[in-house]
């Protein structure tokens, strides 16, 4: 991402918690990794939605790859309503190809067939989570959103972003900041 386009007060590279009275069905308790956040807009992936209705080795069958024994465990994400026939793959640092890009929190995202191949094959990143479309926001708008309280902001870790565990990361993240989801109110106030 271009240094110069980011802006004071990024949070790129952390996560977005839906506040639980997220209106838009398509974000109720979300828990997004911001990938992008700059003057231009902001883009993440959804990290707790999974496709049940889309196998892994499907995907692989429909792009030709091979399946190796890895793929059954894979699972594919719902990474947000923007572009859903595209892929990305928000992982560890330990795996680079080209069209790899580092983005902010230790992490890397590859958006190509190759590493869908060698993840298949058990030759991917230590640490990966496969998504159909992203979240994308336009110049302001997240920052609206976050100020009239639609959502929260908490540091990401890495069981909250690979763990299969997708049912409990929405209130996972509100624990680490040491709220109960039910006790906020659904108005904010401003000092």
């Keep these: 991402m271009d240094e110069a ?3 004071s007060g990024s949070i790129e590279g952390q996560l977005l918690i839906a506040v639980p009275h997220m209106e838009d069905p398509r974000f109720r308790h979300t828990v997004i990794f911001m990938c992008s956040h700059s003057r231009s807009g902001a883009v993440g992936l959804v990290v707790n939605k999974v496709i049940e209705d889309m196998p892994f080795t499907d995907l692989l069958q429909q792009l ?3 399946r190796g024994e ?3 465990a894979i699972r594919v994400h719902f990474g947000g309503p923007v572009e859903p026939g595209r892929g990305f793959v928000l992982h560890s640092q330990d795996y680079k ?7 902010a929190g230790g992490m890397s995202l590859t958006a190509t067939t190759d590493i869908l191949r060698d993840m298949a094959l058990g030759r991917g990143p230590q640490d990966s989570l496969l998504a159909l479309g992203y979240s994308g926001w336009g110049p302001g708008q997240l920052d609206r959103e976050i100020q009239d309280n639609g959502w929260l902001v908490v540091q990401p870790d890495r069981l909250l972003l ?3 565990e997708v049912d409990t990361k929405w209130q996972r993240a509100y624990a680490k900041l040491g709220v109960e989801p039910g006790a906020l109110s659904q108005t904010g106030g401003r000092a």
């Design 5 to 7: 386009r980011k802006i």
């Design 64 to 66: 030709d790859i091979e």
């Design 70 to 72: 890895k793929a059954n």
């Design 97 to 103: 190809i080209d069209g790899t890009a580092q983005v």
């Design 162 to 164: 690979f763990d299969r």
